[in-house]
């Protein structure tokens, strides 16, 4: 199983980037995604989920109203939509694969079976 995460780089604070993440190997319809981040010296910590119809999301609180998470099943692609970022959303972005059949809250609680291999965001002051 392979996840490749496209879409990150340098943007200035108040601007906009959308990642997205290609899920190959595996079928992807039948269970939750997300994304998590990892910055300088900080663990890994959780940013979005989405279930398998889309219908249950779930965003941290620092990006709650400014990050939007998508799927499109078709495409075996989740997509991460990030506004009015911050200097302090900088960090590696990685996309997750639930277990078969995973919830989102599964994705939250970092039960992920297969990690993407991460995408640098950088948010310039």
């Known amino acids: 199983v392979q996840l490749q995460a496209f879409g990150g780089g340098l943007v200035q604070a108040g601007g906009s980037v959308r990642l997205s993440c290609a899920a190959s190997?595996?079928?992807?319809?039948?269970?939750?995604v997300g994304w998590f981040r990892q910055a300088p010296g900080k663990e890994r910590e959780f940013v979005t989920s989405?279930?398998?119809?889309?219908?249950?999301?779930r965003y941290a609180d620092s990006v709650e109203g400014r990050f939007t998470i998508s799927r499109d099943n078709a495409k075996n692609t989740v997509y991460l939509q990030m506004n009015s970022l911050k200097p302090e959303d900088t960090a590696v972005y990685y996309c997750?694969?639930?277990?078969?059949?995973?919830?989102?809250?599964?994705?939250?609680?970092?039960?992920?079976?297969?990690w993407g291999q991460g995408t640098q965001v950088t948010v310039s002051s």
């Open positions: 989405i279930s398998r119809s889309g219908g249950t999301i």
């Open positions: 997750a694969l639930g277990y078969t059949a995973a919830q989102s809250i599964y994705i939250m609680q970092g039960r992920i079976e297969y």
């Open positions: 190997g595996r079928t992807f319809t039948n269970t939750a």
